[in-house]
């Protein structure tokens, strides 16, 4: 998860997560810190099952951030970076290039 923790940072905000491994492959337990969970559960095979509950859909918020991370070319931690403009008014975080490459705001 470390690899693409950046935007998933982005997408799930504040998040607490712990992973354990077995016969079946690691899994995660992820949770807002608020209300909201979710259950990343290895079945063998490389497949995963996915369980979630409250407000927030996690393990779709997941998705879609490892979806994005895919579509920008799988970068490394060491790809991102973080803009605040002087005013303040506007910080982003982007991937690959500060100003050609995909960006997300911070709010």
Same mark, same amino acid.
């Given at each position: 998860?470390? =690899?693409?923790?950046?935007?998933?940072?982005?997408?799930?905000?504040?998040?607490?997560?712990?992973?354990?491994?077995?016969?079946? #492959?690691?899994?995660?337990? =992820?949770?807002?810190?608020?209300?909201?969970?979710?259950?990343?559960?290895? =079945?063998? #095979?490389?497949?995963?099952? &996915?369980?979630?509950?409250?407000?927030?859909?996690?393990?779709?918020?997941?998705?879609?951030?490892?979806?994005?991370?895919?579509?920008?070319?799988?970068?490394?931690?060491?790809?991102? #970076?973080?803009?605040?403009?002087?005013?303040?008014?506007?910080?982003?975080?982007? &991937?690959?290039?500060?100003?050609?490459?995909?960006?997300?705001? =911070?709010?």
């Amino acid at each position: 998860m470390a =690899i693409f923790g950046k935007p998933v940072a982005s997408y799930v905000g504040s998040a607490g997560v712990a992973l354990a491994r077995d016969a079946d #492959g690691l899994s995660a337990w =992820i949770h807002d810190t608020e209300r909201s969970w979710t259950v990343l559960s290895a =079945i063998g #095979g490389g497949r995963t099952v &996915a369980t979630q509950g409250a407000p927030r859909r996690l393990a779709d918020e997941l998705e879609a951030a490892w979806d994005t991370w895919l579509e920008v070319g799988s970068p490394s931690v060491y790809d991102f #970076g973080m803009t605040v403009t002087d005013s303040g008014a506007a910080q982003y975080m982007w &991937a690959n290039d500060a100003e050609d490459g995909p960006r997300w705001p =911070i709010t």
